[in-house]
T-cell receptor, first 108, second 113 residues
Framework: KNEVEQSPQNLTAQEGEFITINCSYS?????LHWLQQHPGGGIVSLFM???GKKKHGRLIATINIQEKHSSLHITASHPRDSAVYIC??????????FGQGTRLTINP | KAGVTQTPRYLIKTRGQQVTLSCSPI?????VSWYQQTPGQGLQFLFE???????NKGNFPGRFSGRQFSNSRSEMNVSTLELGDSALYLC????????????FGSGTQLSVL
């Protein structure tokens, strides 16, 4: 079993829909990152969480430390949100461990 | 402020050769980490440097090595290349602590023939 599991692996939705991507992990962590990767490879860090909730524009990230679970929400989705979203966790000062990614496609 | 710069952007090598990739972090950032991304394995951590010292190392063979210079620029080297080393190699920088927000470079796409 992977230390970091994301669901779903693939998600296709219509423009305007509310999107949720989930990340579960099996170890205690010091931080969780949500990353976005567009075709061509470039990765952008969306959020870094250690507790609670963060919001940036139409993106919201939450984390429940007790349940070892985080969610990334996108409100009013747009085709430009189409990308691979990757969850990564760090345990203390240890290495970053990545989920397998969720490929999101938003159709106009 | 310039972002994280990786060079070269693309590289083609043959089996048995060695390769050196370069990463220049954002000015003022002292932590640089390296990652390998393949379609089969996804993103995997290679190593992390802070103030010229390796702080963490992933589960890769000794053929993979790296270093960081006093100006925080980092290089990674892969010796005796294998076909399976074909991947996108990404570096990321952060200011100080490893759990701070990461800023990624565009990556170096390495093809081993």
């Amino acid at each position: 079993k992977n230390e970091v599991e994301q669901s779903p692996q693939n998600l296709t939705a219509q423009e305007g829909e509310f999107i949720t991507i989930n990340c579960s992990y099996s170890v205690g962590i010091s931080a969780l990152h949500w990353l976005q990767q567009h075709p061509g490879g470039g990765i952008v860090s969306l959020f870094m969480l250690s507790s609670g909730k963060k919001k940036h524009g139409r993106l919201i990230a939450t984390i429940n430390i007790q349940e070892k679970h985080s969610s990334l929400h996108i409100t009013a989705s747009h085709p430009r949100d189409s990308a691979v979203y990757i969850c990564a966790v760090r345990q203390g000062a240890q290495k970053l461990v990545f989920g397998q990614g969720t490929r999101l496609t938003i159709n106009p | 402020k310039a972002g994280v710069t990786q060079t070269p952007r693309y590289l083609i090598k043959t089996r048995g050769q060695q390769v050196t990739l370069s990463c220049s972090p954002i000015s003022g950032h002292r932590s640089v980490s390296w990652y390998q991304q393949t379609p089969g394995q996804g993103l995997q951590f290679l190593f992390e440097y802070f103030s010229e010292t390796q702080r963490n190392k992933g589960n890769f063979p000794g053929r993979f090595s790296g270093r960081q210079f006093s100006n925080s620029r980092s290089e990674m080297n892969v010796s005796t290349l294998e076909l399976g080393d074909s991947a996108l190699y990404l570096c990321a920088s952060s200011f100080d602590r490893p759990d701070e927000k990461l800023f990624f470079g565009s990556g170096t796409q390495l093809s081993v023939l």
